[in-house]
């Protein structure tokens, strides 16, 4: 029995590879390469010393899905596969809309069609939305999203919602992360974004290696102790060790959790600890806020931890020299 992994060439995605192949679990992998190279696989099987069945193709092609499902025995998908720059969702909302739905939804019907019911969604912290506390809970509803990318993360759990109460034998666990970072301690796998980075910690790589001049921090008037965001960063590799847990821990039904550490972390406090624990000198400057920035948010991560038995490893320390690591060895 195996595991289909769609997705699993990209960041979060490859490092779950890894994490389910030393655990003994055999994995499939689709991805169409868009924002991820085909390097990666081979790197992946260097850090498990082992092969995976690959299929390159997008999973919007209902008919090739359905290959995978007769070529293999599968008995439970992750679901990575989706685009997820927040900017360009904005920019380009259909793109998002019709990729990241249309895929989950093929991706659905084939299961159903060959009757297989397990499934784990790569949700986001963004569903929570706008809050009145900065401390993200699973009890909390949904929030009203800020972004075309976060609002189809809210539409596929609303869809998997239904689902599930159309039919009760689907185990489904939706995980939300928080903001995942770091890469894998072989320096071998990585975030590794297509241009110019949106997010702060692969820019910060990019400024720290000297292919870009200078960071520019969105704001440092926010309400938070040093006036620049709070998020909660979490290290790529718990969070795909979050996954095997929820393959081997989740009770049957439909169930939702945040992976996250639990701690707010300022975008100053994380260039600080870059620099310190890389004796290095990220260059920086403050610029205007960046346009549907929240000020602060992070998990309550204590639903993870009482039913799956899992919390975070790794601290900011590790997760900056980490990202360091990949980003030198590259
Ligand atoms: P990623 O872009 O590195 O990985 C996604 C992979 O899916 C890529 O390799 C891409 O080529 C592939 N892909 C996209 N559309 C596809 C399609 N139609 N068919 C086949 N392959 C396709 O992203 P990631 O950071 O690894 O994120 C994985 C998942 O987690 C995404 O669904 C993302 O929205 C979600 N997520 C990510 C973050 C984050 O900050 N990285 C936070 C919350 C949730
Ligand atoms: N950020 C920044 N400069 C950058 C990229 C991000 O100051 O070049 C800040 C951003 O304003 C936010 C935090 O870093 O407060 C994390 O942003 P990111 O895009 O990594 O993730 P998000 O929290 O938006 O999902």
Partial sequence: MAILVTGGIGFIGSHTVVELANNGNEVIIVDNLYNSKIEVLENIKKITGKDFR???FDICNKEKLEEIFKENKIDSVIHFA???AVGESVKEPLMYYSNNLISTINLLEVMKKFNIKKLVFSSSAAVYGIQETPKCSEKMKRGETTSPYGTTKA???KILEDLYISDNSWNITILRYFNPVGAHSSGLIGEDPRGTPNNLMPYILKVASGKLDVLNIYGNNYPTPDGTCIRDYIHVVDLAKGHVKALEKAPNGLNVYNLASGK??????LVKTFE?????????KFVDRRP?????????PTKAYNELGWKTAKNLEDICKDAWNYEKNK
Avoid: R, T, W
Avoid at 264 to 269: A, I
Avoid at 292 to 300: F, R, S
């Fill in 54 to 56: 690959f299929y390159q």
């Fill in 82 to 84: 989706g685009y997820k």
């Fill in 155 to 157: 539409m596929i759990e």
């Fill in 264 to 269: 707010g972390v300022s975008v100053l406090e």
């Fill in 276 to 284: 310190k624990v890389n004796n290095l000198k990220v260059n920086y």
């Fill in 292 to 300: 549907g920035d929240l000020p602060e948010y992070y998990a309550d």
